[in-house]
């Protein structure tokens, strides 16, 4: 188990605050149903970063030479840090929008409510602020690996997810530098990503013209531990 403590994300792009100040930030409707797409992408993400183990685990990631690990197809993941800033680079195909999170958290719905009141964080995409969507508490599906180092276990269960997310149409092709920072419930991380958008030879898929799909594309692509049965939800929230 990574640690016992609430592990919450902090990826970019936004400002929260109890007083409402900051960017404009749009809300995702009430909280989400289970099958929602938000509620999909949520645990699509979770189910990517519980992937690995931390020398490969795209959150502990020193530099962004495993920001290609286990990726989906229709969509380019991109992490924060377990805390503290990192400097990384990472080269994405042209046409794949990128979906992070400025910061998430699995637990109870409680746990959420607390998560977002407290959370705040900037980020920028070439010094252009990028407006976050707030997902406010919604039922979601996680898988991980055995020793993967966002849940430490193998297996699948429904949990609580919420957080500040980002998604962003396809960069066009060549050098971009987004820049982020955050913090919520006393963790703080900062990254500088510089982007590299790798130019297609060929044509484009449908699902890569550049915009998000409206429906979540199912289960993330990553190499799987056979699946227990749902677990309980763990005591302690998750945050990064």
């Known amino acids: 188990m990574r640690s016992t403590w609430a592990m ?12 409402g100040c900051g960017p404009s930030m749009t809300t995702a409707g009430e909280p989400g149903e289970p099958g929602s797409a938000s509620a999909e992408l949520q645990g699509k993400w ?15 990631d020193e530099d962004g030479s495993v920001c290609d690990r286990n990726q989906p197809e229709d969509v380019w993941f991109l992490a924060g ?7 990384r680079a990472c080269t994405v195909p042209e046409g794949r929008p990128i979906v992070f999170p400025l910061v998430n958290l699995f637990g109870s719905a409680q746990d959420c409510l607390a998560f977002l ?4 964080g900037t980020a920028l995409l070439d010094g252009t602020p ?4 707030v997902y406010a508490g919604e039922s979601i599906t996680v898988q991980g ?3 993967n180092a966002v849940t430490g276990e193998a297996g699948r269960f429904t949990t609580t997810g919420c957080g500040l997310w980002v998604r962003l149409p396809a960069p066009g092709p060549g050098q971009h530098i987004l820049k982020f920072s955050g913090r919520s419930t006393g963790l703080s991380v900062g990254a500088e990503y510089r982007l590299t958008i790798e130019e297609s030879s060929g044509q484009p898929s449908k699902e890569a013209a550049g915009q998000l799909p409206d429906e979540a594309s199912g289960p993330a692509q990553v190499r799987r531990a056979p699946i227990t049965d749902a677990a309980p939800v763990a005591d302690a929230a998750r945050l990064f």
């Open 8 to 19: 919450a994300w902090l990826a970019a792009l936004a400002v929260v605050s109890a007083a």
């Open 46 to 60: 979770w189910t990517w970063a519980a992937s690995e183990p931390e020398e490969t685990n795209p959150v502990a």
């Open 81 to 87: 840090t377990f805390g503290g800033e990192v400097e």
């Open 117 to 120: 009141r407290d959370a705040e």
């Open 130 to 133: 990028v407006e976050p969507v």
């Open 145 to 147: 690996l055995e020793g």
